[in-house]
């Protein structure tokens, strides 16, 4: 097969669908590989060493998407890349589908079967493709969060750690996940008063073990997330459902009883954002305000270390594309935590929570494969 790797697009999108490493690894099984001219600039990676991988260079992305069977990328296909794909290819990549009918249309004219990362599982029903750029995100949300919260970038001027003698910022984090989790383990170790909100129960006990009594964990209601974002200097969205919207905890109506100059960052942006106020940023314009409240929505937030970042995200991608590469469509066939990946195929919705966040009829997977 040939695996084709085009060079992202998307605003400040620095990351690559496939290092020079994994490409080695294509190479090893078989594979022919064609990455586009500068794909791997911004984790100092030059056309060299792809060569040197095993790689061949295309002068266009154009050329890619032409040549290739399987696309592999990190973020959604943009419009200019969505009319390249055809039937009979593999995209392989990031989607988040839901909150996005235009590129949901996109894919089912193209006739393209999309492989989605976030809905890959595992055999414990974890999202193991989305996981490491959810430990980057929650880790990042931290870091974006103090530097918003600075006076002379609008926010309140409050330093998360504090000093002797005046308390720390207060951060309330919404979601226990991977996100919230790393976002915590990033607040704790500055010094901040940390209170992570969740809907589990036994999630709350793990991190309340976890963390040895250094977090505050309060079951999700909506008067509870009322009550954290109220009284924080810093708030971050970090709920997920699985292929679905975001839903939106915070209301607009929420933000008159905050801290004018507290912080929202939501981590959620890509599945439509869980704050009502919330609308998708870039890195080159990463916040706005909404009734005196700072918003920090970059839709790619992980693009801003890309060096970690995309070796994180090929050491997950990796087992299950060489899968795809070697045996296509059967691999999705007989594996089901790839098969959860399915989100499109011929035309066809194949992922329940994007058909129900868009109105289409929805296709078993197995069964728009053997057709």
């Keep these: ?95 988040h589908l839901a909150p996005d009918p235009d590129q949901t249309k996109g894919l089912i004219e193209s006739g393209v079967t999309a492989v989605a990362y976030e809905t890959v599982t ?15 995100a929650g880790r990042l949300a931290i870091q974006a969060g103090a530097a918003a919260l600075q006076k002379a970038n609008g926010g309140r001027g409050v330093l998360l750690g504090g000093v002797p003698g005046v308390l720390p910022g207060k951060v309330s984090i919404i979601g226990g996940g991977v996100v919230g989790l790393n976002a915590a383990k990033m607040a704790v170790g500055l010094g901040a008063d940390v209170t992570v909100i969740d809907r ?38 970090a709920v997920l459902i699985p292929g679905a919207a975001a839903p939106k905890l915070v209301t607009r109506e ?53 060096v970690t970042s995309a070796h994180a995200l090929n050491n997950a991608t990796l087992p299950f594309g ?12 007989d594996d089901p935590n790839l098969r959860n990946g399915l989100n499109v195929h011929k035309g066809r919705i194949t992922n329940r929570a994007v058909a129900d966040s868009l109105g289409y009829e929805m296709i078993e997977p197995k069964a728009a494969i053997a057709a």
Aim: charged share 25%.
């Design 1 to 95: 097969m040939r695996i084709g790797c085009p060079k992202e697009i998307k605003n400040h999108e620095y990351r690559v669908g496939l290092t020079p490493g994994a490409v080695r690894e294509y190479v090893a099984h078989g594979h022919d590989v064609l990455v586009e001219t500068g794909a791997g600039t911004g984790i100092g990676a030059d056309d060299n060493a792809y060569r040197i991988a095993g790689a061949k260079i295309a002068k266009t992305a154009e050329e890619v998407f032409a040549r290739s069977d399987m696309i592999v990328k990190v973020k959604e296909p943009q419009p200019s890349e969505w009319v390249q794909l055809r039937e009979g290819q593999i995209l392989y990549t990031y989607l």
């Design 122 to 136: 595992d055999d414990r029903g974890g999202l193991p493709l989305l996981a490491p750029m959810s430990e980057v």
């Design 200 to 237: 589990s129960i036994s999630r709350l006990r793990q991190l309340d073990d976890l963390f040895g009594g250094r977090i505050h964990t309060r079951y999700s209601t909506v008067e509870a997330v009322e009550e954290e974002c109220f009284s924080a200097d810093l708030v971050i969205g």
């Design 254 to 306: 929420m933000l008159s009883g905050m801290k004018k100059g507290a912080v929202l960052v939501d981590v959620a942006i890509d599945q439509g954002g869980c704050f009502e106020t919330s609308r998708p940023t870039t890195h080159s314009d990463p916040t706005y305000e909404v009734d005196g409240i700072i918003h920090y929505c970059v839709a790619n937030m992980p693009g801003a270390v890309p």
């Design 322 to 333: 060489l899968q795809l590469a070697d045996r296509g469509l059967q691999a999705l066939a």
